[in-house]
Nanobody, 124 residues
Framework: QLQASGGGLVQAGGSLRLSCTASGHSFSNYVMAWFRRAPGKEREFVAAIKWTTDSTFYADSAKGRFTISGDNAKGTVYLQMNSLEPDDTAVYYC???????????????????WGRGTLVTVSS
């Protein structure tokens, strides 16, 4: 199971740190990611971390503002979000790949475990 937390209401320009903790499964050899779904929009990729290489991946909208990190021994991944904008308002979901797949790391189909999501609201 994945449990996301850390969402809330913040003013534009502010920061939030999301956390996602995995339990009941070892995710250390795969990928963990953050996606988000804004009102009326499809779920979209935000960032991912590949434990085996410590590689990180970001959507263009997140580059330079968001940082993904984690502790694979604890099964925890974080998303530090700075310089938040109203367009960042969304429900943020953490996801994990537990069955090795060849799908794109940017695609929802890569991931087979999903957390419930945490709401981030950025006011202007």
């Amino acid at each position: 199971q994945l449990q996301a937390s850390g969402g809330g209401l913040v003013q534009a320009g502010g920061s939030l740190r999301l956390s996602c903790t995995a339990s009941g499964h070892s995710f250390s050899n795969y990928v963990m990611a953050w996606f988000r779904r804004a009102p009326g929009k499809e779920r979209e990729f935000v960032a991912a971390i590949k434990w085996t290489t410590d590689s990180t991946f970001y959507a263009d909208s997140a580059k330079g503002r968001f940082t993904i990190s984690g502790d694979n021994a604890k099964g925890t991944v974080y998303l530090q979000m700075n310089s938040l904008e109203p367009d960042d308002t969304a429900v943020y979901y953490c996801a994990a790949e537990t069955i090795k797949k060849s799908d794109s790391i940017y695609s929802t189909s890569r991931y087979d475990y999903w957390g419930r999501g945490t709401l981030v609201t950025v006011s202007s």
